[in-house]
T-cell receptor, first 115, second 108 residues
Framework: EAGVAQSPRYKIIEKRQSVAFWCNPI?????LYWYQQILGQGPKLLIQ????????DSQLPKDRFSAERLKGVDSTLKIQPAKLEDSAVYLC?????????????FGPGTRLTVL | DAKTTQPPSMDCAEGRAANLPCNHS???????VYWYRQIHSQGPQYIIH???NNETNEMASLIITEDRKSSTLILPHATLRDTAVYYC?????????FGGGTRLMVKP
């Protein structure tokens, strides 16, 4: 089966600009996650969707980050305006549902560099 | 904060077993132990998970102590492709909190 798709793979922007990332999860997966991974650290969960509803966005910096999953399939994560400290890899993952025994499948990530 | 403690790095000779330890002394009765790994420039990949019993799949074995305060991931015959960062995570639900992990270097 096809894996989690993300685009773009790389993005370079200047601070205060806007950027958007796109994720297409595995077909049939109800739960979608966005993670931020700063160089040298483990991934940090930003937001979790169940279908098109937000389950947890407690770690999302809502003053500049937003995410949506309008039809319960694809999702976009936006940063506006970007700061230098937003430089990181943004990972999207999906799972069948929120059951604890369901593994999460990760995409390749989008590497963002903010200059 | 991550609820696990792992050594920051380990080396293993190719073809030998790699034993990666993880301490989770504050684990609750309903929390699972998950292992994921992340090969350079890729997203994390699920390896295995368990609650109380030891588990084995085609990738690895998971040994959980009887008191559940620690566990060991075993890669029975490590290859160069197993070089990665290995994350041990404990959680009751399906939300993963990643710590720093163990950087495993498999050497020829």
């Amino acid at each position: 089966e096809a894996g989690v798709a993300q685009s773009p793979r790389y993005k370079i922007i200047e601070k205060r600009q806007s950027v958007a990332f796109w994720c297409n999860p595995i077909s049939g997966h109800a739960t979608l996650y966005w993670y931020q991974q700063i160089l040298g650290q483990g991934p940090k969960l930003l937001i979790q969707f169940q279908n098109n509803g937000v389950v947890d966005d407690s770690q999302l910096p809502k003053d500049r980050f937003s995410a949506e999953r309008l039809k319960g399939v694809d999702s976009t994560l936006k940063i506006q305006p970007a700061k230098l400290e937003d430089s990181a890899v943004y990972l999207c993952a999906s799972s069948l549902d929120m059951s604890s025994y369901n593994e999460q499948f990760f995409g390749p990530g989008t590497r963002l560099t903010v200059l | 904060d991550a609820k696990t403690t792992q050594p920051p790095s380990m080396d293993c000779a190719e073809g030998r077993a790699a034993n990666l330890p993880c301490n989770h002394s504050t684990i609750s009765g309903n929390e699972y132990v998950y292992w994921y790994r992340q090969i350079h420039s890729q997203g994390p990949q699920y390896i295995i998970h368990g609650l109380k019993n030891n588990e084995t799949n085609e990738m690895a074995s998971l040994i959980i102590t009887e008191d559940r305060k620690s566990s060991t991931l075993i890669l029975p015959h490590a290859t160069l492709r197993d070089t990665a960062v290995y994350y041990c995570i404990v959680n009751a639900g399906n939300m993963l909190t990643f710590g720093g992990g163990t950087r495993l270097m498999v050497k020829p």
